[in-house]
């Protein structure tokens, strides 16, 4: 079945330190692939995309990610973490004209 | 530039009544997409409209209907209401279909609430 992973539903970080969120997809072909931002009251907000080329990608608010196809993995990273990057965040993919979410990871950050 | 609007914010409606959700899309955007965000489920794709055709839809049941104006707003219908029915029903638009058009940008959402 296709579908996307984010095995950590709650991660919480200290403010200055390392973020890396998990995503990993199931599908045949090379996927659209995306991570989205859920701040609390506010829709979700498009981070960074790949479609094709180079495989490390560079999004908004310094937040990337790295399309790995041997592990079927599209992790979303940020060097240093911010107190407000406290939100949720959910991967997704689009193949075969349909649109597949992960079920999110919420982001704790503490000072 | 105003952003994907949706209407209402929020509805309260009983088992088996019929809703109605709206959804104005970013101008120059021409598809508009569905989704139901469910506690603890995540967003499930529902409904993609494109140049006012249904260009897919989601494993939803065919109450879940939906349609695209020519203006490109949408609707989103739902009848014979059921208790799990009751979720965060956002709607996302982008500027047509392939490649960087599949951007999309969304609305705050419509909180149903089915009693």
């Known amino acids: 079945a296709q579908s996307v992973t984010q095995p950590d539903i709650h991660i919480t970080v200290s403010e200055g330190a390392s973020l890396e969120l998990r995503c990993n997809y199931s599908y045949g072909a090379t996927p659209y692939l995306f991570w989205y931002v859920q701040s609390p009251g506010q829709g979700l907000q498009l981070l960074l995309k790949y479609f094709s080329g180079d495989t490390l990608v560079q999004g908004i608010k310094g937040f990337e990610a790295e399309f790995k196809r041997s592990q079927s993995s599209f992790n979303l990273r940020k060097p240093s973490v911010h107190w407000s990057d406290a939100a949720e965040y959910f991967c997704a993919v689009e193949s075969g004209n349909q649109f597949y979410f992960g079920t999110g990871t919420s982001l704790t950050v503490i000072p | 530039e105003a952003g994907v609007t949706q209407s209402p914010t929020h509805l309260i409606k009983t088992r088996g009544q019929q809703v109605t959700l709206r959804c104005s899309p970013i101008s120059g955007h021409t598809s508009v997409y569905w989704y139901q965000q469910a506690l603890g489920l995540g967003l499930q794709f529902l409904l993609w409209?494109?140049?006012?055709?249904?260009?897919n839809r989601g494993n939803f049941p065919p109450r879940f209907s939906g349609r695209q104006f020519p203006n490109y707003s949408s609707e989103l219908n739902v009848n014979a209401l059921e208790l799990e029915d009751s979720a965060l029903y956002l709607c996302a638009s982008s500027l047509g279909t392939g490649g960087v058009s599949y951007e999309q940008y969304f609305g705050p959402g419509t909180r149903l609430t089915v009693t």
């Open positions: 409209y494109d140049e006012g055709e249904e260009r």
